[in-house]
């Protein structure tokens, strides 16, 4: 059985950056892509960034410049790099690992964006 763990979460300033992790154990499911997705208070969960299995990348135009999606070597670990955070980056981001046999997600991260 899949499953996704994330961390990598806290407080931070305006300005400041943290780099998030999103773990894959389990389960010998290629995948073809995974992605980062994140949830404001009282908002829908969004998009926020994808890479593909051969490593094409895409983002939500709000995170652009900012923040860089990753994976290690094996493909079972992806990054999220956020540099530049900004009070609207605050939320749950959530990771997905996407395979032929359906879309396993983490239970979230929590990221605060606070002085």
């Known amino acids: 059985q899949v499953q996704v763990v994330e961390s990598g979460g806290g407080q931070v300033q305006p300005g400041g950056s943290l780099r998030l992790s999103c773990d894959v154990s389990?389960?010998?499911?290629?995948?073809?892509?995974m992605a980062w997705y994140r949830q404001a208070p009282g908002k829908q969960r969004e998009f926020v960034a994808l890479?593909?299995?051969?490593?094409?990348?895409s983002y939500v135009p709000s995170v652009k410049g900012r923040f860089t999606v990753s994976t290690d070597s094996a493909k079972r670990t992806m990054y999220l790099q956020m540099n530049n955070l900004k009070f609207e980056d605050t939320g749950v981001y959530y990771c997905?690992?996407?395979?032929?046999?359906?879309?396993?997600w983490g239970q979230g991260t929590q990221v605060t964006v606070s002085p």
């Open positions: 997905n690992y996407q395979t032929i046999l359906g879309v396993f």
């Open positions: 890479i593909t299995a051969d490593e094409n990348t």
């Open positions: 389990g389960g010998r499911i290629s995948n073809y892509a």
